[in-house]
């Protein structure tokens, strides 16, 4: 194999959102809101202004030094937009300073990312936003692009094969479109690349100079990046590997302070661990052929001639066991920076609220109504007995019963949580007790109640593990004794008998 060489890593793609902070002064706040009441009325008069051809034009504004221009159209969620060649600004009308949406939007070009660096473009950028535009913000990324470039190593349709993600639904990524799993290998001809996952967390591999062929203006990565390097070669393929993170996926992000990473900080300190974690959960196998084209087509074909379906199991067998591409670790490491681990946030177990019975109740009387025409005793008795057959015959046990587990696979989460430190949910054992106690003394409050002897057997373990001791404990102990008792009686009553 041919040495592979890292020519450039570059932060391709930012985009911030900036929140305002209570404390602003309101000379300041006014400010904002008179800069966009303006700039609205600059939109409008741009909807209305047409060039020799018919068509609306934008409208130039002076913010300090830099020229935009005020486009005539906006986007979702923003009142206008200003732009110019380096970076554009989406604004948000607002008349209230308690405002937890952003006011602002930033996003830079790709061109003068390359040029003068992330660190410069988010230093001109905050210092324009606060002299002109918002004088007391906050920051958070919004949606963040890494990419390393590399030459030696030519991507094949078989890679495609051998990636190892948990996104198994990928696409290729072909010069007119982006085509499914399915069809990829009939354009073998055109292949140009592949992507894996979904828009909140995306890996792009890409031929980048076939890209340049066909798109001139993106020609800058040769002069900003590569030539840069004294091993670019301009004989041989470029390919870029890019990893796309929206905020939706940094907020499940954890650095090793334990801080989310789409904080504007954390994020733009933690480049080098996001893209560690990123060639790590995307991963390139050295698969055998013979591996690669069983997995291409799901089964294993041998010697005899004859075929068995791969299962699951051997899938992973076969990435288990095959290494990652001789290069990979070294792809691993962003600008020779050494990775701090990086992992996914815990999900916070939610806790209930007369809310969410409010909205419950309201989509069972919703639901209802539409199944049945009408919500009455009758058909609620109905609705009931019916998902309680249905739950009997799936699961084998009562509605109720698969409730009350559910309730309790809570309270083992919710514990975990505060044992190492998550959370602090003090109100759980009062809950854990009205479920153990409605379990235990079921036929006194309820009717026709059966709980199975599992469910009996694991509130009968929580409490012996809490406290044996306590006074609900020894409540069960006495019902099961008068159980015991009762049961031994009838025996013995029918040998009398």
Known sequence: MNTVNIISQTVDTIKTHYKILPTIADENFEKYINLVTSLISLKKEAQETKNNYGSTKSINYFLGKHKFNILPTSITGFSLVIQNSDFSIAMRQTKNKINNSPLIKVEFRAEYLARIGYIKCIEVINTLVKNYILSDYEIDISEIHLATDIQGYEFKIADFVRMKTRARNGNTHEEESLIQKASMYGTATTFTGFVFGSGEYMLRIYNKSKEIEKFKKKSFAKFHLWEQNENYNPGMNVWRLEIQIRRSKLKKLVNSNGNTM?????????????????????????????NTSNLFHGNRVFKNGTTRELTKDAIQKIYKRSPSLPFWEDMKKWNTHKPLPITTAPKIPKQGSQEYVNNSIKSL???????????????LTEAFEQANNDNLERKGVSLLEDSFNKQLDWIELIEDHINSGICNTPDYKHLESEITNTVLTCDEHIKNIHYSEKIVERIEARLVFNNSSSAIYKDYRYLQSMVDRLESKMLFDEKVA
Do not use: F, P, Q
């Open 365 to 379: 009387y919703s639901t209802l109504a539409k199944h049945k025409g009408s919500v009455t005793k009758e058909t």
């Open 262 to 290: 789409d904080n504007y900080y954390n994020c733009l300190n933690g480049i080098a661990d996001l893209w560690n974690k990123a060639m790590t959960d995307y991963e390139i196998k050295d698969i055998s052929r013979d």
